[in-house]
């Protein structure tokens, strides 16, 4: 069975930092597209950021452009989204997800002072 499961989320001040990692099993990591997304508290799914089956294309959100870095370690089945310069208007779930759209548990992240 495809998991996928985030993890790293966290409370942080504005201004500050997290890194989120997302473990993948049950499929061939490396093959895939993968994307992270995030939901704010009532309201609906925000794509974030992509990133290529090999992770040398990615692409962004505006909303994140500049702040956030999407990655991969194909070895160890893993994607990262590296969060700098955090505002309160990136509080929410943040998900994984493949591009037939499975996505496991999310991580909270909340950005508050």
């Known amino acids: 069975d495809v998991q996928l499961q985030a993890s790293g989320g966290g409370l942080v001040q504005p201004g500050g930092s997290l890194r989120l990692s997302c473990a993948g099993s049950?499929?061939?990591?490396?093959?895939?597209?993968m994307s992270w997304l995030r939901q704010a508290p009532g309201k609906g799914f925000e794509w974030v950021s992509n990133?290529?089956?090999?992770?040398?294309?990615?692409s962004s959100a505006d909303s994140v452009k500049g702040r956030f870095t999407i990655s991969r370690d194909n070895a160890k089945a893993t994607l990262f989204l590296q969060m700098n310069s955090l505002k309160p208007e990136d509080t929410g779930v943040y998900y994984c997800?493949?591009?037939?759209?499975?996505r496991g548990q999310g991580t909270q992240v909340t950005v508050s002072s």
């Open positions: 049950g499929f061939t990591f490396s093959s895939y597209a």
């Open positions: 997800r493949l591009p037939a759209g499975q």
């Open positions: 990133i290529s089956g090999g992770g040398g294309l990615t």
